[in-house]
């Protein structure tokens, strides 16, 4: 996989190089390219992990940003608003993440995003406590934790 990346990234520079344009978007575009390249060069190993990767990343992070930007503005709204929304509290996640970096990650992410906090994970690492300002329901709550962040950083590390 790390060759793979490391001639991506040499085809993307050959291909800046010969368009002679050293904006971010020509850098991108042939990064692209440089993988469909390889992709279309590999074909009988297209299921290799690196041809999953990229596409797995690109949902993650746009994923991401689309749950930062809604939890964004329902925090702003409930700050400007004179009535109070909010309905915090502590919930218990149970994990389908195994290892310490998907655990750490989920975590992390689920952090960074505003109104809520991860607080600790369970003595056996089966059990995420969130605290989150908004907990109308709680099985929903778990529901999109699971199958939104959870889902997203399992599809991304395995």
């Given at each position: ?19 002679g ?10 990064f692209?390219?440089?993988f ?7 074909r009988e190993?297209?299921g290799?992990?690196?041809f999953k990767?990229?596409p797995?990343a690109i ?12 939890a964004n503005?329902?925090v702003?709204?409930e700050?400007?608003t004179?009535?109070l929304?909010?309905?915090p509290?502590i919930?218990s ?7 310490d970096?998907?655990?750490t990650m989920l ?12 607080l600790d994970?369970s003595e056996k690492g089966d059990?995420l406590?969130v605290h ?15 199958n939104?962040f959870?889902?997203k950083?399992?599809e991304?590390?395995?």
């Open positions: 996989m790390k060759k793979k990346f490391l001639v991506n990234n040499m085809l993307m520079l050959v291909w800046v190089a010969l368009k344009d050293f904006t971010f978007a020509n850098f991108i575009f042939g692209f390219l440089g469909l390249a390889l992709w279309l060069a590999d190993h297209a290799k992990r690196y990767l990229l797995s949902s993650f992070f746009l994923f991401f940003l689309y749950e930062l930007i809604k503005i329902q702003a709204y700050v400007m004179p009535t929304y909010m309905e509290g919930v996640v149970p994990l389908d993440a195994k290892t970096l998907e655990i975590a992390n992410l689920i952090s960074l995003t505003p109104g809520t906090l991860s994970v059990v406590y989150t300002m908004y907990v109308h329901d709680k099985e929903e709550f778990i529901h999109g934790i699971k939104g959870e889902r950083v399992l991304l590390l395995r």
